[in-house]
């Protein structure tokens, strides 16, 4: 079985902690804190591997843990870094957080490798603590925790033609032709069960990849029949060639199943009703020649819509070579930038709201706000660029921080300390 989607867990590792020592060589005057720094934990990153088409080995593996960060030494001696675990996928993969569906990454195109969760960093050693008055500090910094998450993987395949229709229609014919892909071929419903790339090659090295996408049937847009299996794989092409059964073997109407067809592609995706669309009326070469013209009515119906319909046999040939030209000349119409799931989740601003914090006034009328809360947010916050300080912004505002400062009875020019951060807070 074809494997486009998987759930897996991922963890990146913890930070080593900090380590507490004293210098206490003979003959070594003034000796003092010596406790070295804890390594840093290892990132999670996924990668791009072209000798993989599908997720099946997700399948027998599920979680994934990168090295945690080895806790500092004596003299002054760092811990060693965790190692960081990389995970290959297919291109095409797109990376979601599971609960929400939003898009972490999308490893398509020029993203060949990205790093999805990062280590936590290595705590500090009591050698970064000495002061004039505190100079035997007895305390380390704790490695800062790895971060971990459900995540959905879905392999959405790179094509530049989509080959769409109901089951039995004849795409598999087709692709068999047209290309060295080689399609399992029946005469019954749900032949195909996943899609298959196939590269068409025109006269003067001339080409473009072809996907044979499964049958889809009413419905599909809430997942009946194979549903979402077909239209994910959809969602990259540039083009869309319907193909119909115009002599309609089956007693289906072409005319009705192109309007069904378009109908859940727009309650899957109204975008994908934007793409190009050419019709191949397949199988002419059974149509009996009493009957009513039906590539007649396709063209009547279509084709004052922009659409254009090439009666094509996927059995003996006839119209394809027609059909294949008439592709290639609509794909140099199109934007040829691939299609890139933009990221809408970002790990790395993950904070746990069931963490504790305060808010209190110290005795110089400074608000001081500590608490593991604050603290991970502002381990994983870069407050120097403009995209971490309007998250800092919305992390006070959404929980609840702004809010308690008033009713501790802030007021504006007063002062705000995080930590080693303070600021003057002003509405």
Not at 32 to 57: A, K
Not at 103 to 118: F, P, Q, T
Not at 339 to 361: A, N
Request: aromatic fraction near 8%; include cysteine.
């Amino acid at each position: 079985m074809f494997a486009d989607r998987a759930k897996i867990f991922i963890k990146s590792g913890k930070g080593g902690d900090g380590h507490v020592s004293f210098r206490r060589e003979l003959y070594v005057p003034c000796g003092g804190p010596d406790g070295g720094d804890g390594g840093d934990g290892g990132d999670i990153i996924f990668e791009v591997d072209d000798g993989l088409n599908t997720l099946s080995d997700f399948r027998q593996v599920r979680k994934y843990a990168a090295q945690d960060g080895e806790q500092g030494g004596k003299k002054r001696c760092h811990g060693k870094n965790g190692g960081d675990l990389i995970v290959k996928v297919p291109e095409g993969t797109v990376i979601k957080e599971f609960e929400s569906g939003k898009v972490i990454a999308d490893m398509s195109g020029e993203n060949r490798r990205e790093v999805i969760l990062k280590g936590g960093r290595g705590g500090q050693g009591n050698m970064h603590y000495a002061t004039p008055t505190m100079q035997a500090p007895k305390y380390a910094q704790p490695g800062q925790s790895g971060q971990e998450l459900w995540v959905q993987l879905e392999l959405k395949v790179i094509a530049d033609v989509g080959l769409v229709g109901f089951p039995n229609v004849g795409k598999s014919t087709l692709l068999s032709r047209v290309s060295n892909a080689r399609p399992k071929i029946a005469n019954y419903h749900f032949t195909t069960l996943n899609p298959h790339l196939g590269v068409v090659d025109i006269d003067g090295g001339k080409g473009f990849v072809m996907a044979d996408i499964p049958g889809l049937i009413e419905g599909a847009s809430e997942g009946i029949g194979l549903g979402h299996d077909f239209l994910r794989h959809i969602e990259r092409t540039r083009v869309l060639v319907h193909v119909v059964d115009a002599a309609s073997t089956e007693g289906r109407d072409p005319l009705e199943d192109i309007r069904a067809i378009n109908k859940e592609l727009e309650a899957y995706n109204p975008d994908l009703m934007k793409r190009p669309q050419i019709i191949a009326a397949n199988k002419t070469d059974v149509i009996y020649a009493e009957d009513e013209d039906p590539v007649a009515k396709l063209k009547a119906e279509f084709e004052p819509k922009g659409i254009k319909v090439y009666p094509i046999s996927a059995v003996s040939g006839q119209g394809v070579k027609e059909l294949l030209y008439a592709v290639y000349d609509l794909l140099q119409t199109v934007d040829s930038t691939p299609v890139i799931f933009e990221k809408e989740f970002d790990p790395s601003m993950m904070i746990d709201e069931t963490l504790p914090y305060t808010v209190e006034r110290n005795e110089e009328g400074i608000y001081v706000v500590e608490g593991p809360r604050i603290e991970k947010m502002l381990g994983y916050t870069n407050l120097e660029s403009e995209k971490g300080f309007l998250f800092f912004q919305k992390f006070l505002k959404g929980n609840g921080i702004l809010e308690e400062l008033e009713k501790a009875g802030i007021e504006e020019g007063d002062t705000v300390r995080m930590y080693g951060l303070e600021f003057d807070y002003y509405k």
